[in-house]
């Protein structure tokens, strides 16, 4: 059973294809090779358009494959009305954007407890999941 859950951002840093990686690819690679993590449809989604993106990773379609193929190794967590509904509560209770209410709930639903992000308040509590900023100095 999965036990945190993975934001896109780190799939973001982990991909980066620089020679010298530096310290947010190095940590991202790290967290890509624990045990028991997950992602969502909602993460790998926004993980291609990244991919494809110049300003971002700028993959072309052997890249973009690969990576996909290691993604898809992953429990990946989907998406349905009961997930809307848990983050449509969530952003009510906790005041999150829609996007990241999404988040929240999948994780939530794959029963995980830590959910590493950027995005989010590092330390806050979300119903018992716990958010890590990996790459937070100090």
């Known amino acids: 059973m999965p036990s945190a859950f993975v934001d896109t951002n780190v799939l973001i ?3 980066d ?8 690819t190095r940590i991202a690679r790290e967290i890509l090779l ?4 997950s992602i969502s449809v909602q993460v790998l989604n926004e993980f291609i358009a990244n991919s494809r ?3 971002k990773l700028a993959f072309d379609p052997t890249d973009e494959r690969s990576w996909l193929q290691k993604l898809f190794q992953l429990p990946i967590a989907s998406q349905t009305a009961d997930t809307v509904f848990l983050a449509l509560r969530l952003q009510a209770h906790h005041s999150l954007s829609h996007w990241d209410s999404l988040i929240v709930a999948s994780a939530l639903e794959t029963g995980c407890t830590v959910l590493y992000s950027e995005d989010l308040a590092h ?5 018992g999941l716990k958010v890590i900023n990996p790459f937070r100095e100090g």
Do not use: M, S, T
């Open 34 to 37: 624990l045990e028991h993590i």
């Open 123 to 127: 330390g806050a509590d979300y119903d």
């Open 53 to 55: 993106n110049p300003k």
């Open 17 to 24: 294809q620089n020679i010298n990686p530096g310290r947010h």
């Open 13 to 15: 840093y982990a991909a």
